[in-house]
C-alpha cells in the first residue's frame, strides 16, 4: 500500500440475508446492506521522532528514522557497487550523481508527485552516496552477447547469472565492502533471459473506456527491481547467487538510468519519483530504516500473508508464506509455511478466493 497525504482507507461489509417463503418455498436473495466505516492513516515516525502519514513529506521534513534520542540516523554514508556492461556503468554513476541533488517534475501535484531535495551529507537525509573505480566491476560486451547465443532459455539464463556472479564475487573482496551492489541489467538481457507472464485480459463492460482510464493512472512503470514479473525469474536467479557473497543487491533497467522520460517505448515515473524510490530501497538495503510505523504497542507484529506456487519439482506445491512482517521494534522476518495441496477446480484460483483456516497451512 502507498500512503497519500489526506488519504484514508475504507472498509467495507456486505451482509447478504436470505430468506425462504412460506407458501412457495423460493430463495429470496434482499438486496445487499454495506456497512462502511473510515480508518486513519497510521502515522510514521521519522528522523527525531517526529511523525507524519505520508513517507515522502515526512522524509522531506525530518530525515530518515532515529532511535529515541537521537536527532539523526546512524546511516551516514552509503558505499555503492556497480556491475555490468561498461556503457550502463557510466550511465549507473551519472544517475546516482544526480540523485545527490535536487531533482524536480512538472510540480502540477506537488503533494503526490513531489521534488526529490537530493540525497546527500546535508538536510533531509543527512547521507552521502559513496562510488567509483573501487567499487565497479564491468562486464565485457562480447562475453554477454555469448551468453545470449544458446537457444534455450536456461542456458541462457545460467551464462549471464554466471557473469555477474562473477562480476559479484570481485567487489565481496574489495576493502572496502560495498553496502550495496547495482546489477545493471542491459536490454537484450531483459528481452531474452526473461518469461513474460501472459495477465489475463480484463472483463469487458459497459464501462469500459472509464474503467480503462482509472486503471491507465496505475499502469506507470518505474522499470526497477520488482516493477514488473515477467523479470521474477532473472532477478530470483541473481538474489540467490548474490547471497552467498552478503552482498545486498538491487537490479535496474536502462529505463530507470533515464534523466528524462522517455518519447517512445515503455511509459516511466519521473526522475523525482524514480529517485524517491531508488534512495529509499538504497538506503534501507544498506540497513537504515526510511521510517517506521510510530504507535505500535511492545509485543504486537504485523504480518502479511501470500501465496505461491512452486515453479520446480515435478508435483509443483501451492505454498503459503508470510511478507512483510515486522514488530514494533521496526524488525523484519519473512516467515515460510509448510506445502498444502490446492485442488483449483473445486476450491477455486487461488487461497485467497476461497479458504478455511483448516485449510491453510500454519506458519
Known sequence: MKWRPGRKSKVTLMKLTKHFDKHGGRSIQRTPNFDSGIIDEPLLAFGGQHKHVDPKTGLALYGPYSLIGQELSSVRSITVGIVGPASMIADAEVWLEACTGTITNEGTQPFLYPHFPGF???????????????????????????????PEYSRRLTKVVKLYTAALEVLAGREPRPDVVLCCIPQTVIDTCTVRKVRPRPIKRKRDRKDRNQLGLFDVGLGIEGDEPEHQNLRRA????????????????????????????????????????????????AGGSPWRLAEIEPGVCFVGISFYREIAGDNPQMRTSMAQAFTAAGDGYVLRGHTFEWDEARQGKTPTSRSSPSTLAPP
Request: net charge positive.
Open 120 to 150: 546527500n551529507n546535508h538536510e533531509p537525509f543527512n547521507c552521502g552516496l559513496v562510488f567509483g573505480d573501487t567499487w565497479r566491476e564491468s562486464i565485457k560486451e562480447s562475453a554477454l552477447k555469448d551468453a545470449l547465443l544458446p
Open 238 to 285: 541473481l538474489k540467490a547467487e548474490a547471497m552467498q557473497f552478503g552482498l545486498p543487491t538491487q537490479l535496474v533497467w536502462p529505463r530507470t538510468l533515464r534523466l528524462a522520460g522517455p518519447t517512445t517505448g515503455p511509459r516511466v515515473q519521473d526522475p523525482a519519483t524514480r529517485a524517491w524510490n531508488f534512495v529509499t530501497a538504497l538506503y534501507h538495503k
